[in-house]
């Protein structure tokens, strides 16, 4: 079965720094890495999708790293503003049953002025 | 707008009542799930369709029920047998392989 860790499980820093989300899977067979945010009580908002063939993916000032053979992804965020406090979410498929995904419980994130 | 969406946004439940919550997609998208999210715990998969008029268990299946007699359509029922209902629900669909897409949840809650 494939299992998600994220670390930290929280995480609170001034307006302007840049940040490192981790995420690590057990099962490297994976065919796609996507993070999600959520803000309070609503659903879930796709940041960004890596498929296994994949190194990086960029948007805006968010870059995730795939490194699919050690099972981590990273989420950096740069210049980090208020508007950015949420949950991120990190979820990773298995490739022999596509497009289900299996989640780490998240990292909250709170960037204060 | 393309996008999924879920009804009713807040639904209360008595106990042995069985309720059902909507979920309509417009992406054309062949594959649909339904998640649940409790405090402090990562989503958890209960049921989920590839094709119209298949569907297969997830981890959390018992108690719950769904159809998919349209590609646009996914509804979940919570059954009285379900012991625990009392959660966030979160409907997903993606095509084979791709980009997953969320709708905004529904909020369950046993009165």
């Known amino acids: 079965k494939q299992e998600v860790t994220q670390i930290p499980a929280a995480l609170s820093v001034p307006e302007g720094e840049n940040l490192v989300l981790n995420c690590s899977f057990t099962?490297?067979?994976?065919?796609?890495l996507q993070w999600f945010r959520q803000d309070p009580g609503k659903g879930l908002t796709s940041l960004l999708l890596?498929?296994?063939?994949?190194r990086e993916q960029t948007s805006g000032r968010l870059n995730a790293s795939l490194d699919k053979s050690s099972g981590r992804s990273t989420l950096y965020i740069a210049a980090s503003q208020p508007g950015d406090s949420a949950t991120y979410l990190c979820?990773?498929?298995?490739?022999?049953?596509?497009?289900?995904?299996?989640f780490g419980r998240g990292t909250q994130l709170t960037v204060w002025p | 707008d393309g996008g999924i969406t879920q009804s009713p946004k807040y639904l209360f439940r008595k106990e042995g009542q069985n309720v059902t919550l909507s979920c309509e997609q417009n992406?054309?998208?062949?594959?649909m799930y339904w998640y649940r999210q409790d405090p402090g715990q990562g989503l958890r998969l209960i049921y989920y369709?590839?094709?119209?008029?298949?569907?297969q268990k997830g981890d959390i299946a018992e108690g719950y029920s769904v159809s998919r007699e349209k590609k646009e359509s996914f509804p979940l029922t919570v059954t009285s047998a379900q012991k625990n209902p009392t959660a966030f629900y979160l409907c997903?669909?993606?095509?084979?392989?791709?980009?997953?897409?969320f709708g905004q949840g529904t909020r369950l809650t046993v009165v």
């Open positions: 997903a669909s993606s095509m084979e392989a791709g980009e997953a897409f």
């Open positions: 099962d490297s067979a994976i065919y796609n």
């Open positions: 890596i498929q296994s063939s994949q």
């Open positions: 979820a990773v498929d298995r490739g022999s049953t596509l497009g289900r995904l299996y």
């Open positions: 992406l054309n998208h062949d594959a």
């Open positions: 369709s590839q094709i119209v008029n298949d569907f």
